[in-house]
């Protein structure tokens, strides 16, 4: 399903940092109607990355559009795996808040949709990817089971 | 809603605080104290005289190639020093056994095959160097 393909890590980041944005307006909407409606833009916008890899989302075809004709060729290149890893997460999270605000339990829907917010300030800002670093951790999880 | 951006701003400027500090202590080296025994052969690595660096690795990982390339160097240009690479997820057991939760993971291993020190995330060619530190070489007098 997933292929390991090399990605253009400053797509990644640009990839981030569109979560970002979209997740700060969730964030500051808080779970109301329009909240939620932007949350689950959020959810949908992870998907595709959280199945094939972040190559296949709506921001990287941004990128791909608009950005990386601009830009040299990248001195290097990432794995899609990590990042596809990181994006599941994303997803993850982003339903947790959407349930939580549907349900009416506010506090889950800042928590997850605050989660969000912060990995993708750290991957945009500073290139860190939160699930990148943890995947070894968490194949060594998965295997003690 | 200006209460919410202000607590967003503050959540930020403590997640950068918290990612500086991290950043600052990536490749550092930690002494070990109490040296387990690597168990070289079943890994397939041969090890050098005086130390040998052994880096997990994974195929997906970003800064792996570049820690791979810097470890080579330091190791071309002092005697007696090899290095060696370990697929984490290939070798799970190796990487659960020595407590690799994230790649690069450098474990420093002398001749006899005790680690002696660690360096986790992607070290600098300092960092690299003062690992060395941790495993003098031994002296002939003949």
């Not at chain 1, 307006?25 to 972040?54: E, K, R, S």
């Not at chain 2, 070289?40 to 052994?54: D, K």
């Amino acid at each position: 399903m997933a292929i390991d393909i090399q990605l253009d890590p400053r797509g990644v980041r640009f990839g981030a940092a569109v979560s970002l944005l979209v997740a700060l307006v969730a964030v500051v909407l808080g779970p109301t109607l329009a909240g939620l409606l932007v949350t689950a833009t959020l959810a949908l916008l992870f998907v595709p990355g959280a199945i094939w890899g972040p190559q296949s989302t709506v921001q990287a075809a941004l990128f791909k559009t608009f950005i990386r004709p601009r830009l040299s060729a990248p001195t290097e290149t990432e794995s899609s795996l990590p990042p596809r890893f990181a994006q599941q997460v994303g997803l993850a999270c982003a339903v947790v808040a959407l349930v939580f605000g549907l349900v009416g339990l506010p506090v889950g829907f800042f928590v997850g949709a605050g989660f969000v917010v912060v990995a993708s300030f750290l991957n945009a800002v500073f290139g860190l990817c939160l699930g990148c670093e943890v995947y070894v951790g968490f194949k060594r999880l998965v295997a003690a089971r | 809603m200006l209460e919410r951006v202000l607590i967003i701003v503050a959540v930020l400027a403590v997640a950068s605080l918290a990612y500086l500090w991290w950043q600052r202590r990536q490749g550092k080296v930690t002494h070990i104290d109490d040296a387990e025994v690597f168990p070289a052969a079943g890994a397939g690595i041969e090890l050098a005289a005086r130390a040998t660096f052994i880096q997990f690795s994974t195929p997906t990982c970003a800064r792996c190639p570049g820690t791979r390339r810097l470890l080579h160097q330091v190791a071309d240009g002092f005697p007696g020093v090899g290095h060696a690479e370990v697929d984490a997820i290939e070798r799970l057991d190796l990487a659960d056994r020595f407590n690799v939760v994230r790649t690069p993971t450098i474990l420093v291993v002398d001749g006899a095959g005790y680690v002696r020190a660690r360096m986790s995330g992607p070290p600098s060619r300092e960092d690299a160097i003062a690992a060395l530190d941790e495993v003098p070489p031994v002296d002939y007098s003949i």
